[in-house]
């Protein structure tokens, strides 16, 4: 990767966090997908829980790309990620589980769009990818985008009986340092399973989510993750912080109407306000059915920009 950025700009500093704790099949496909995008302003850290698998030897012969990496007790996942948080100094933040990986280009056009666009406080992509046990995409699960508003209203809280569109991919959102600490800084330990979405629910109250139209990493589905196995819990921790979060959401009636709009107008879409006619963009933007959302799409004569879209 070249030493600058396309604008001439020096790349941001980016601090990735592997947690990891017996995961020596797969740990080596996350390191890898990390250090070999060759990212000239990378700092890498990997907190290991005092594994007994091999994961160890496998960290260790990355060691000399690595800013720091410990192997020791640790209270858990979430308490692993925060304290490879508080070794960290770079501008923008992710935590990359061990048995997940990111795509070739995703900390370049992430460090890009951070650097244009100072308004993006936190960033997801609009293309999350499931990865399988040997590390191939095989599937792209679209989203039209994601809004504040329709967050807490359940939105993205999906398996209830509510309407929802999607997940928040926790393996390809990025956030700003400023964001980490206006949210707190820290990850709440006392969930075993929800940490993500419960940092979501803090992001959202300082900042609106930007989505961008590249798969940035994906989720690797081989049945062992705790996920897998505690779905119900992970549901119930994530209800609790959307409630926390002072999240209501939706009826049964609106729910009703949100979900027949949803799979028989929009799909997996967002609506473009930069395709419709102006008098039809106008009167979407009054409907109170519909949410604003904001993308970062790549053309080729105006490189990244940010479009309008709207969602259900």
Known sequence: MPNMM???APWPKMSIVTPSFNQ??????AIRSVLEQEYPNLEYIIIDGNSTDGSVDTIRKYEQQLAYWVSEPDGGQYDAINKGF?????EIMAWLNSDDKYTPWALSVVAEIFSIFPQVGWLTTAYGLNWDRLGRAVQCVP??????HAF???SNLPGQDWHATGWIQQESTFWR???????????DTSLKLAGDFDLWTKFFRHNDLYAVSSPLGGFRVHGDQKTAHHMQAYMEEAKASLHRGGGHPYGK?????????HL??????KISLNSLPPLVATAIKRMPIFYPVKFCTWTIDKGWQILEGYIV
């Open 253 to 261: 009636f609106e729910s009703a109407i949100r979900r027949f709009l």
């Open 177 to 187: 340092r400023s964001t980490w600490e206006g949210a707190g800084g820290h990850i």
């Open 152 to 154: 807490f209203r359940g």
């Open 24 to 29: 020596g099949q797969l740990i080596e496909g």
């Open 6 to 8: 396309p604008s001439g």
């Open 264 to 269: 028989s107008v929009m799909g997996d879409r």
């Open 86 to 90: 508080s070794k960290t100094t770079g």
């Open 143 to 148: 989203n039209g985008g994601f809004n504040r």
